[in-house]
């Protein structure tokens, strides 16, 4: 089983940037896949961005992709988001997770390990 956190969420202006961190314990050598999720205020979670925990690959939602980067640190056990050019409606509670097994990057149910989140609110 492996253990998730989050943290770097806060409140930033329109056009502004912010840093995500995800830190991993427990059994790291079953991860194979690691993601974002957010929840905006009343709405469903939905995919952000996720890597593949050995080789790299990454890949995002159309709305993050080319503002938005996803990283791990394998040494650190870390998961970033980098998170620029934000608007408004990028406005969420956003949760890392982390999958055991292998499955559509997309679906929360591939994903077993989940934080408590972290909240960043864009103002316009």
């Known amino acids: 089983q492996v253990q998730v956190l989050e943290s770097g969420g806060d409140s930033v202006q329109a056009g502004g940037s912010l840093r995500l961190s995800c830190a991993a314990s427990?059994?790291?050598?079953?991860?194979?896949?690691m993601g974002w999720f957010r929840q905006p205020p009343g709405k469903g979670r939905e995919w952000v961005a996720s890597?593949?925990?050995?080789?790299?690959?990454?890949y995002y939602a159309d709305s993050t992709e080319g503002r938005f980067t996803i990283s791990l640190d394998n040494a650190k056990n870390t998961l970033y988001l980098q998170m620029n050019s934000l608007k408004p409606e990028d406005t969420a509670m956003y949760f890392c997770?982390?999958?055991?097994?292998?499955?559509?990057?997309?679906?929360?149910?591939?994903?077993?390990?989940w934080g408590q989140g972290t909240q960043v609110t864009v103002s316009s």
């Open positions: 427990g059994n790291m050598d079953s991860i194979k896949i």
């Open positions: 890597i593949f925990a050995t080789r790299g690959n990454t």
């Open positions: 997770a982390a999958a055991a097994a292998w499955g559509s990057i997309r679906l929360t149910m591939t994903y077993d390990s």
